[in-house]
């Protein structure tokens, strides 16, 4: 078989599975439904522990590029799903922590948040 005809085939192929996918059940007239569940993670899944207690150069120039107060103490957790993503508690007091979550590569910082209550 030729490459162009591979390349047809492969065409035909590709656009019979997206019609397909588009196809609506007849007796509802809704579009199917995807065949996987999405299940929802919970902060101990995306941010496992244990909480790290050193200084990080790169959190914390994070955080003072944002213009964070009130974070002289801070422990963060490392994202499963992305070395570079950190979930990050910080407190003037050791006793009250507002959460952000944090991406020193690109330099972003989201919060502050209440902290996740499960995870002391």
Known sequence: MSQRAVGIALALLIGAVV???LAKD??????EKPAYVEVEKTTEELYPAPWVYEFSNTITTALVEAKVKGCGIYKYRVSSGSKS???VYCSRDNQNWKAYMVWPNIHKVLGPYAPDSSLD
């Open 19 to 21: 019609v397909s996918g």
């Open 26 to 31: 007849k007796k509802s007239n809704q579009a």
């Open 85 to 87: 993503e950190f979930l």
